[in-house]
């Protein structure tokens, strides 16, 4: 496999230690083994590939889920649990500017509806998932940035809705103090526990006939007269069509047309035990809101429903047992910058993972050029819980030769090539030095 970090980043290092591990157990999923015909194969078993698999199975289709690793080993086991609007880097008026009014339009509806799909998945089939939060709000870190949010509540409510804007004096009264210059509330969106949530997918994909399998990595894809090969460690599965839900996972050259496509980057995340009440007075963090600021390179944040708080970061480099030591000291370092009344508190749960970006800054959904019978879903800029599970269920309709009856804006159906091929993790230090530098 070519991948573009070193191989720990792939390895059970970075994961170790993961809180929601212990909030519940996988399920045992066999591997595959022997030969099997399936009308769709899918390739990862996160948020895209069991959305694919649920709402494929759900009409009637063959499918088979390969995943690499364990159930909830990848980014949909690991995330900050952060159901919201979400899954591209371009802000509004660039997306006009470079896609159009009618597909940008298109691409906002779909990021509200991913949100609504998500919930309607925990409603129908029972999921438990531990949700709390009233949208999302994003946290000033400057004056600067609180201007900002300022002209867009204003256009917000030029356009006829409702901006809830927080000016600074008000932040300690919701439950929002720290460091911050004021806030703005997206009524949409909430929290939940990843891994409860993915899990209840896969039971509910299984139960309407999806075949999931664990610990069987795709180690070659190949061309058939039928459709195509995918050849496992145990055995060979023939599809007419095949699924890519790898995102951050992928490797070079499955496809090869992924090759220089995507571009994983490091988040790492910790969770403190629970807060007591007087603990939390004394910071004057007592919300419920699922939060984040306004740098590029951004802090997530929320108090979960057990009062354990848990706090995110982006900016990991390199990828070591020294690098991840380091990255894990200077997470706690800004946690306490942020929250000082906190520093005291233990962090009891540090892990990290990998999101996934394009070059051109927006997701991908849909058929791989030039190749029949190919479909990929990836690049969610870190809002995988929605937007994974949005592609998934495009992706569902898109291989069975139906136009989506949910939005599926042009955003999402371009993919460029990074510059430096195999080489373009050059990019990303001088990237997040200038990064560092704006915010």
């Known amino acids: 496999m070519r991948r573009i970090f070193s191989a720990y980043a792939y390895g059970p290092g970075p994961r170790e230690n993961c809180w929601w591990d212990e909030t519940i157990a996988a399920p045992l999923w066999p591997q595959q083994a022997g030969e099997m015909q399936v009308d769709v194969a899918v390739i990862g078993g996160g948020f895209t590939g069991m959305s694919a698999a649920l709402h494929l199975a759900e009409s009637g289709t063959r499918v088979a889920v390969l995943e690499a690793e364990t159930p909830g080993w990848g980014a949909s086991g690991r995330n900050g649990g952060f159901c919201c609007l979400g899954g591209t880097m371009l802000s509004g008026s660039a997306m006009q500017r470079k896609f159009g009014d009618e597909a940008t339009r298109t691409y906002m509806e779909a990021e509200l509806a991913a949100i609504d799909l998500v919930r309607g998945l925990l409603d129908r089939h029972e999921i438990a998932a531990d949700t709390h939060s009233k949208g999302e709000t994003r946290m000033a870190h400057s004056p600067r940035a609180m201007a900002a949010l300022r002209r867009e509540a204003e256009e917000i409510t030029a356009a006829g809705g409702t901006a809830h804007l927080l000016e600074q004096d008000a932040l300690a009264d919701q439950g929002l103090n720290g460091t911050f210059f004021g806030a703005l509330t997206a009524p949409v969106g909430f929290g939940l526990n990843p891994r409860k949530y993915l899990f209840g997918i896969a039971r509910a994909a299984e139960n309407a006939g999806a075949s999931l399998f664990q610990n069987s990595p795709v180690t070659h894809l190949t061309a058939a ?169 495009l992706l569902a309709d898109l291989v069975q030769g139906r136009a989506p009856d949910l939005p599926y804006s042009p955003v999402m159906q371009g993919m460029a090539r990074f510059p430096f091929g195999p080489a373009r993790r050059i990019v990303m230090p001088p990237a997040y030095a200038l990064l560092g530098m704006q915010d």
């Open 225 to 393: 007269s039928d459709g195509h090969l995918l050849t496992t460690p145990g055995g060979q599965v023939r599809a007419k069509q095949v699924i890519i839900a790898t995102n951050g996972y992928s490797w070079d050259g499955l496809p090869k047309w992924l090759s220089g496509r995507y571009l994983p980057a490091q988040s790492s995340v910790m969770v403190t035990r629970p807060l007591t009440d007087d603990e939390l007075q004394a910071q004057g963090w007592f919300s419920d809101q699922m939060a984040y600021d306004t740098r590029n390179l951004l802090h997530y944040f929320r108090l979960m429903p057990d009062r354990r708080f848990l706090f995110g970061m982006r900016g990991g480099l390199f990828a070591s047992p020294r690098a991840e030591a380091s990255i894990r000291r200077l997470l706690r370092k800004h946690f306490e910058t942020m929250f000082p009344a906190w520093r005291g508190v233990e962090s009891t749960h540090f892990w990290s993972g990998m999101v996934c970006m394009s070059r051109n800054l927006v997701p991908f959904v849909g058929p791989v050029p030039d190749t029949p019978g190919m479909f990929a879903g990836l690049c969610y800029h870190g809002n995988g819980v929605a937007m994974g599970s949005y592609a998934g269920r």
